[in-house]
């Protein structure tokens, strides 16, 4: 079975500054890779993806994301965070093989932004 | 129109009450979701289903129970809530690759 783990619960960074979220998956294959944002009192909303291919994916909002294989990392990251990028971030993993679309995601790290 | 509509959005019930959480998505995919999330805990699956006659438990279905309706409806029911069910609940749909699209979430407090 996969598992994701976020080690960061919580990282306050100031606005025009660089971030980057951890996140460590453990699958048996090459996964399924996803980062979800859900502002508050909203459900998540798809960052972006990794299936295959190109392991640095372009996501919505100036998000990228790195899949590396030999550190099980798909870490996401923007250049320039804005104040309205407060929000929690989730990582999320699907097989490859099998039931694809059932997700395992991580516990989530909220993301504070200094002005 | 929202994708993935969920009613109620805020529930307050008593110990022992049947309740039901409705779900519907325009989005015309057969796979529906439903998730609990808790502070700290992340997103956790009480059942999914991957067409109309498909239901399958998730890690935390126990004092849950879902109906397919059709392929846009899939409702979670609470046969008898307790208190530690107070959470906030998501519906949601996805293509078979797992790309998901989220309802705006019902706030259910149990007391």
């Known amino acids: 079975a996969q598992s994701v783990t976020q080690p960061d619960i919580h990282i306050t960074v100031s606005e025009g500054a660089s971030l980057e979220l951890r996140c460590n998956y453990s699958?048996?294959?090459?996964?399924?890779l996803f980062w979800y944002v859900q502002s508050p009192g909203q459900g998540l909303q798809l960052l972006l993806k990794?299936?295959?291919?190109?392991?640095l994916v372009q996501g919505i909002k100036g998000f990228e994301a790195e899949f590396k294989r030999s550190q099980s990392s798909f870490n996401l990251r923007k250049p320039s965070v804005h104040w309205s990028d407060a929000a929690e971030y989730f990582c999320a993993v699907g097989a490859s093989t099998g039931t694809a679309s059932k997700l395992t995601f991580g516990t989530g790290t909220r993301l504070q932004v200094t002005l | 129109d929202a994708d993935v509509t969920q009613t109620p959005r805020n529930r307050i019930t008593k110990t022992g009450k049947r309740i039901m959480l409705e779900c519907s998505q325009t989005k015309g995919h057969d796979r529906m979701y439903w998730y609990r999330q808790d502070p700290g805990l992340g997103l956790q699956l009480i059942y999914y289903?991957?067409?109309?006659?498909?239901?399958n438990k998730g890690e935390i279905s126990d004092g849950y129970s879902v109906s397919r309706q059709a392929q846009a409806k899939f409702s979670l029911s609470l046969e008898s809530a307790i208190p530690n069910q107070t959470a906030l609940y998501f519906c949601?749909?996805?293509?078979?690759?797992?790309?998901?699209?989220f309802g705006s979430g019902t706030r259910l407090t149990v007391v």
């Open positions: 990794y299936f295959s291919g190109d392991t």
């Open positions: 699958y048996g294959a090459t996964p399924y």
């Open positions: 949601a749909t996805s293509d078979f690759l797992g790309s998901y699209t």
């Open positions: 289903s991957f067409d109309v006659k498909d239901i």
